[in-house]
C-alpha cells in the first residue's frame, strides 16, 4: 500500500516557483497534522513547514517564510507546497510526512521529489 506520493519537483532558476504536492493515505494520515521535509546531499532530513488536519495555523522554519506557502485539501488527501523566490539552497529532495512540531510523527516515507535550483 502506497502512503505517501510526492510530486512537482523539478529544475529552476533562482527566483523561480514550483508547487509540490504529496499525495497521502486517508486511511493511515485522517486527522493528522501534515509537513514537509528537505534532504540536501550531505546534510540531515530538516523540518520545511507544517499544517494542522483542519488546514490552519501553517508555519514554516526560518529560511522559507515569507517565500514557501503550504496548503491541503483533505477532499482531495494531498498536502502543497508552494515555492516562490526559489533559492540555490533550496535544492533538495523534499519529502512529506505527518508531524508533530517540527518533528515526523510517521515512520513511512515516500520516494520524495527532486527540487533542484541553479544560480
Known amino acids: 500500500q502506497v502512503l505517501l506520493v510526492e510530486s512537482g519537483g523539478g529544475l529552476v532558476q533562482a527566483g523561480g516557483s514550483l508547487r509540490l504536492s504529496c499525495a497521502y493515505s486517508?486511511?493511515?494520515?485522517?486527522?493528522?497534522?501534515m509537513g514537509w521535509f528537505r534532504q540536501a546531499p550531505g546534510k540531515e532530513r530538516e523540518f520545511v513547514a507544517g499544517?494542522?488536519?483542519?488546514?490552519?495555523?501553517?508555519y514554516y522554519t526560518d529560511s522559507v517564510k515569507g517565500r514557501f506557502t503550504i496548503s491541503r485539501d483533505n477532499a482531495k488527501n494531498t498536502v502543497y507546497l508552494q515555492m516562490n523566490s526559489l533559492k540555490p539552497e533550496d535544492t533538495a529532495v523534499y519529502y512529506c510526512?505527518?508531524?508533530?512540531?517540527?518533528?515526523?510523527?510517521?515512520?513511512?516515507w515516500g520516494q520524495g521529489t527532486q527540487v533542484t535550483v541553479s544560480s
Open positions: 510526512n505527518s508531524v508533530r512540531g517540527a518533528s515526523p510523527s510517521g515512520d513511512y
Open positions: 486517508k486511511r493511515t494520515f485522517s486527522s493528522y497534522s
Open positions: 499544517i494542522s488536519w483542519a488546514g490552519t495555523n501553517p
